[in-house]
């Protein structure tokens, strides 16, 4: 029994993944593409962006395994093999680091570290005002595991947090939360700092134009680290061009690698990190891959596995 680990070329780790995994699944075969070796071996397919087409080539494929958290690089393979189970990376080191990048640039519009930067290039002392974390509205878009511990690590920083997602939630602590497409513009409207960590579905596609962007206070901040079609590029230029939106922190883009032509690597008030924010750690992600497998190969369910009708 075969597992193929086939990742972008962006990311320069395969022998690092194949390691941990190895270790993990003593039993299996633990193979990189392109050396698939024969194809009716292969069970299992763990991957971050596969070459589209060549799932199709496994005729005894039983799951595709995500090696990020989203699985939108997976459903977007015009040849996917229908009918298997695609299973989402839940990785709490995975979580851990994206709060620490939401925490970074929170921290980093908050105490005006972005004017702090701009003035050192001008040798200009000037001390800016400080507000209080109590004074500043955090609103997270995309309230399931990895929004809420977001949410959670900037409630113990002491700021306001609201959270909006497209269906009804029960309790979530000290987050407020909005929900569906009539509480998104009170949402907005009340939030000083929006990080959106939503998943790129047939809903939440480009649900960031400059109608809903301008709902935002003037002067608020945005952090994407959710997925680049959520928030419409073009609008979020304007809305910076006419000082609505002040700054935002960018990691993920309509297309990937951002364009050298795109204008947001040269606009000033835009911060660009090359889809950094959680960054899958083999060793705690391969126990999870680990785990899923065993439980397909017990006959129960992998979790957590792409819901086609909530579309994530
Ligand atoms: C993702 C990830 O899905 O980086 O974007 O895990």
Not at 73 to 87: M, N, R, T
Not at 118 to 144: A, C, F, H, N, Y
Not at 212 to 233: D, S, T
């Amino acid at each position: 029994m075969a597992l193929l680990i086939s990742v972008s070329e962006f990311w320069e780790d395969e022998k690092v993944w194949r390691q941990w995994v190895q270790t993990e699944l003593p039993e299996m075969d633990v193979r990189v593409y392109p050396d698939d070796g024969d194809v009716n071996e292969i069970k299992y397919v763990a991957t971050w962006k596969h070459p589209h087409g060549i799932l199709k080539q496994y005729p005894n494929l039983k799951a595709i395994l995500s090696l990020g958290a989203g699985v939108d690089h997976i459903l977007s393979d015009p040849d996917l093999p229908e009918d298997l189970p695609i299973v989402r990376l839940v990785d709490p080191k995975l979580t851990h680091e994206m709060c620490f990048h939401a925490l970074h640039w929170v921290l980093h519009f908050h105490s005006d570290h972005f004017l702090y930067m701009k003035q050192q290039m001008d040798k200009k002392w000037k001390q800016q005002g400080s507000i209080q974390p109590e004074d500043r509205t955090v609103g997270i878009m995309g309230l399931g595991n990895i929004g809420r511990g977001i949410g959670d690590s900037i409630v113990n920083q002491g700021f306001k947090v609201l959270g909006w997602g497209a269906n009804q939630k029960s309790s979530l602590g000290d987050i407020q939360y909005f929900f569906g497409d009539e509480q998104l513009g009170d949402f907005l409207e009340k939030t000083d700092i929006l990080i959106n960590v939503l998943p790129l579905t047939e809903g939440t596609t480009n649900i960031l134009r400059k109608q809903e962007l301008q709902r935002l206070p003037r002067g608020a901040f945005i952090i994407n680290m959710g997925r680049g079609g959520i928030v419409n590029e073009t609008d979020l230029l304007t809305l910076l061009e006419e000082g609505h939106i002040t700054a935002a922190a960018m990691d993920v883009f309509e297309e990937e690698p951002l364009s050298v032509n795109s204008p947001l690597w040269s606009h000033p008030s835009v911060y660009i990190t090359p889809h950094i924010a959680g960054q899958s750690n083999p060793q705690s992600s391969a126990k999870t891959i680990a785990a899923n497998i065993r439980r397909i190969e017990d006959g129960k369910l992998p979790f957590p596995i792409y819901n086609i009708t909530k579309g994530y």
